[in-house]
Structures are given as C-alpha cells and as structure tokens.
T-cell receptor
Framework: DVKVTQSSRYLVKRTGEKVFLECVQD?????MFWYRQDPGLGLRLIYF???????EKGDIPEGYSVSREKKERFSLILESASTNQTSMYLC????????????FGQGTRLTVV | AQSVTQLDSQVPVFEEAPVELRCNYS??????LFWYVQYPNQGLQLLLK??????LVKGINGFEAEFNKSQTSFHLRKPSVHISDTAEYFC???????????FGTGTRLTIIP
C-alpha cells in the first residue's frame, strides 16, 4: 500500500515563527501536492511539485514556500506564521500522469496563536 | 482555469434511501474527473474516476457516477446508503492542459438512522 506520512498530526505555533510541515511518500511518486482544508472552502492547492527540485504555485501560495530536495520528501514552509494560516494541511502524492490516483496523508492541524 | 462546483454543502439522507451528490466542472478542454471521500479524522481516498469511455463509472462501496459532457456534470450516486457512508465527499478535476488537481468545496453526507 502507498503510504504518505505527515510528520505531525497536531501543531501549535506562535505568530511570526517559521514553521516546517514535512511529508514523505514511499512509492517513488513523481508528483506531490500541498493543500489546505478549511470548512466551506474545500481543499485549496498551495503548491505542487512534479519532480525533484521542480515546483509550481497553486491557487493560494502567498505566505508559503516549498522544498523538494529528494523525491520522497516535500516540505511546506510558513516563513512567518500568522493566525490566518491556522488550518488543516494535507499532503498528497501520485505517479506522474494526470489520470493517476492521488494518495493523501492524514493531515496536520496547525494552530497559530 | 479549471473550477469544480459542488452545489450542496450538506446532504442529510435516511438510511437505505438513495442519494445523489452533485458536481459540475468548467473547462474548455477535456478533463479527468474524480470523486474522493474523507471519513471523520482521516485523509482522502479515491472513490472512483472518469478518464474516457463509458460515461457510467463504478467505484468502491457501491458508489457510481455519471459523466455528462453536455451538462459538464459528474454526479455521484448510491442506490441505498448506510450509516458507514457518513463522510465528506469531494469532486476533483484535472485539465488536460496542466498537472493541477482541483477540488470542489465538498459535500457533507449525513445518514439519518
């Protein structure tokens, strides 16, 4: 079975801190994604990566950056956390190809205080 | 740009009754379409997908969806729901023109015993 693992299930950070959310997949997938999930807004794409060191902005990249130095790991970085970044963050991966299934991690619930 | 609209944010249904969850997409190009389910406190998992061919697609847990190109719809149906179907359901799409997987805002299905 494909496994997508997010490093933390729950995280509490202070305003202004630099925050790292880590995601690791074990199936050699080319594509990886970061979404945030908010009630009534569904999943909104922050960034995605279609290969190592390759990244593209999603629909809401402001305030975020990403890093993909190795194929299995995709990190989301909040440069200076703010309270409006309190949310559920979901990582996903899939094989290269638009028709393939995306596999999701369990999510990280981030609270910024 | 691709957008996905889920017309109902919440759908209550009596147990063993049929259900339809609606999804419309907007695209000037061909798309791949997906339905994902998120059970409470879990990540998303794939229910079914439409790539090409037969417009009626069968998925897991007795769900099916029908692709209608003229109405740009991809509605999800189940003839008889069970308590275990309580979850949030997301419609998603990928344009042929890019790699982005775009989600709708979700429909929360509540089963009434």
């Amino acid at each position: 079975d494909v496994k997508v693992t997010q490093s933390s299930r729950y995280l509490v950070k202070r305003t202004g801190e630099k925050v790292f959310l880590e995601c690791v997949q074990d199936m050699d997938h080319e594509n990886m994604f970061w979404y945030r999930q908010d009630p009534g807004l569904g999943l909104r794409l922050i960034y995605f990566s279609y290969d190592v060191k390759m990244k593209e902005k999603g629909d809401i990249p402001e305030g975020y950056s990403v890093s993909r130095e190795k194929k299995e790991r995709f990190s989301l970085i909040l440069e200076s956390a703010s309270t409006n970044q309190t949310s559920m963050y979901l990582c996903a991966s899939r094989m290269g190809g638009r028709d393939t299934e995306a596999f999701f991690g369990q999510g990280t619930r981030l609270t910024v205080v | 740009a691709q957008s996905v609209t889920q017309l109902d944010s919440q759908v209550p249904v009596f147990e063993e009754a049929p259900v339809e969850l609606r999804c419309n997409y907007s695209s000037s190009v061909s798309v791949y379409l997906f339905w994902y389910v998120q059970y409470p406190n879990q990540g998303l998992q794939l229910l079914l997908k439409y790539l090409s061919g037969s417009t009626l697609v069968k998925g897991i847990n007795g769900f099916e969806a029908e692709f209608n190109k003229s109405q740009t719809s991809f509605h999800l149906r189940k003839p008889s729901v069970h308590i275990s179907d309580t979850a949030e359901y997301f419609c998603a799409a990928v344009d042929f023109g890019n790699e982005k997987l775009t989600f709708g805002t979700g429909t929360r299905l509540t089963i009434i015993p």
